[in-house]
Structure formats: C-alpha cells, structure tokens
Nanobody, 124 residues
Framework: QVQLAESGGGLVQSGGSLRLSCAASGLPFSNYAMGWFRQAPGKEREFVAAISWGGIDTYYEDSIKGRFTISRDNAKNTVYLQMNSLKTEDSAVYHC?????????????????WGQGTQVTVSS
C-alpha cells in the first residue's frame, strides 16, 4: 500500500520559514518524480514545485521561484520543500504527490499518488 505522509506545516509569521517533508512508503521511490501542490479554501489545487527521479531537474511555479526549494533524499524515501520569505498568500494545505510519468509534472493529472496534506498558515 502506497503512503505519502507530509509533515512540517504550522503557523508562521510573514517573512518566516518552514520546511515540509513527505515520507513515502510502498513504492519504488527513486522511480517516481515528486511534486508539491497546495490548495487554499475555495480555490483549486495548484502546482508549487516538482523534482525528477534523480533530483537533477526541478520546476517551480512562478510566484514561489527564489523563495521555495524542492529537494529529495532517495535513501530516505523523502522529498522536502524548503519555504523561505513566506507570505500570507502562501497559506494553504500543502500536498505531496508521486508521478510515474516522465512529463507534465505541473498538472495534477500526472500524479498517481497523493498525501493527505499539511496545513501552512502565514500570519501578517
């Protein structure tokens, strides 16, 4: 059974930092691209960042470029999202996801498995 378990969310002031983690089990982790998406109340789930199987290629949504960094540790079956200079508009539930496809990682339809999410709240 595949499980993706996010952690690291919480309440932080504007300008602060958080590091999200997503621990994967039940799948050959190094064979999957990994992504982070977020969903705010009343809004659609949106792409945040993605990383290729070996961690060489990374992709970011424009509004978070330069502030967020995605990385992975295949030995630990874990993907990370380092979030710096957080803004109130970054508040959302953050989900990690795993994709067996080799393209299209900015789309939710490219992903096979999803985690339950972790709440990030940024106060002003």
């Amino acid at each position: 059974q595949v499980q993706l378990a996010e952690s690291g969310g919480g309440l932080v002031q504007s300008g602060g930092s958080l590091r999200l983690s997503c621990a994967a089990s039940g799948l050959p982790f190094s064979n999957y691209a990994m992504g982070w998406f977020r969903q705010a109340p009343g809004k659609e789930r949106e792409f945040v960042a993605a990383i290729s199987w070996g961690g060489i290629d990374t992709y970011y949504e424009d509004s978070i470029k330069g502030r967020f960094t995605i990385s992975r540790d295949n030995a630990k079956n874990t993907v990370y999202l380092q979030m710096n200079s957080l803004k109130t508009e970054d508040s959302a539930v953050y989900h990690c996801a795993a994709s067996s496809r080799n393209l299209g990682w900015t789309r939710t339809s490219a992903y096979d498995y999803w985690g339950q999410g972790t709440q990030v709240t940024v106060s002003s």
